[in-house]
């Protein structure tokens, strides 16, 4: 089974429209943690948002928040006020615990295309 | 703000020949990964490295790939034998401590094209 399910292959928005990419998971482990990483077309990826299976309130950072839903496994990512630099690939990713956290498991991806 | 910086970006190389991806981890960082993404798909895990030893590694780390830390700043990923398939980009990062909230740095990637 997937560990990481990112159903949204593309998604396409207009500028300053708020998104929200799709994430849910599958763990047994009580603990552990959700990233989203941006990967540009340049390639790189960069850590947008973290979000701990313990954390009581959904994180915030800048534009980016995360819809956390523990009891459906789901860990969206909001983005508000989209601009055309949010273009990129978005992917979600859990390190469980019971395995000594020491691997980010990734989904698929989602491709967001901001159009002005 | 420190980074984790990769060497060479791009690299080609025939079918068969070794190659060995270079990468330089944030300084006090203390656990170094490899990750590979084939064009199009999702990145994947390859190995984790802790006190100059593999502390983890995935299925597709197979006998062709070997991780060194040669000296206190490289950390290097050999492929032997390449194959058309091992085309990909190769992601090193670091992390300071080990733990759920851990962000890992990743580098900017090489990618690598087998010919």
């Known amino acids: 089974a997937q560990k990481i399910t990112q159903t949204q292959p593309g998604m396409f928005v207009q500028e300053k429209e708020a998104v929200t990419l799709d994430c849910t998971y599958d763990?047994?482990?009580?603990?552990?943690?959700l990233f989203w990483y941006k990967q540009p077309s340049s390639g790189e990826m960069i850590f947008l948002i973290y979000?701990?299976?313990?954390?009581?309130q959904n994180a915030t950072e800048g534009r980016y928040s995360l819809n956390f839903q523990k009891a459906r496994k789901s860990a969206n990512l909001v983005i508000s006020a989209s601009q055309l630099g949010d273009s990129a690939m978005y992917f979600c990713?859990?390190?469980?615990?019971?395995?000594?956290?020491?691997?980010?498991?990734f989904g698929q991806g989602t491709r967001l295309t901001i159009n002005p | 703000e420190p980074e984790v910086t990769q060497t060479p970006s791009h690299q080609v190389t025939q079918m068969g020949q070794e190659v060995i991806l270079r990468c330089v981890p944030i300084?006090?960082?203390?656990?170094f990964y490899w990750y590979r993404q084939i064009l199009g798909q999702k990145v994947e895990f390859l190995v984790s490295?802790?006190?100059?030893?593999?502390?983890?590694k995935s299925e597709i780390f197979d006998d062709q790939f070997s991780v060194e830390r040669p000296d206190g700043s490289n950390f290097t990923l050999k492929i032997r034998s390449t194959k058309l398939e091992d085309s990909a980009m190769y992601f090193c990062?670091?992390?300071?401590?080990?733990?759920?909230?851990?962000?890992?740095?990743f580098g900017q990637g090489t990618r690598l094209t087998v010919v």
């Open positions: 990062a670091s992390s300071e401590v080990l733990g759920i909230n851990t962000e890992a740095f």
């Open positions: 990713a859990m390190r469980e615990d019971y395995q000594g956290a020491q691997k980010l498991v």
């Open positions: 979000q701990g299976s313990y954390d009581q």
């Open positions: 300084s006090n960082h203390l656990y």
């Open positions: 763990t047994s482990d009580p603990s552990y943690g």
């Open positions: 490295f802790y006190n100059n030893e593999i502390s983890e």
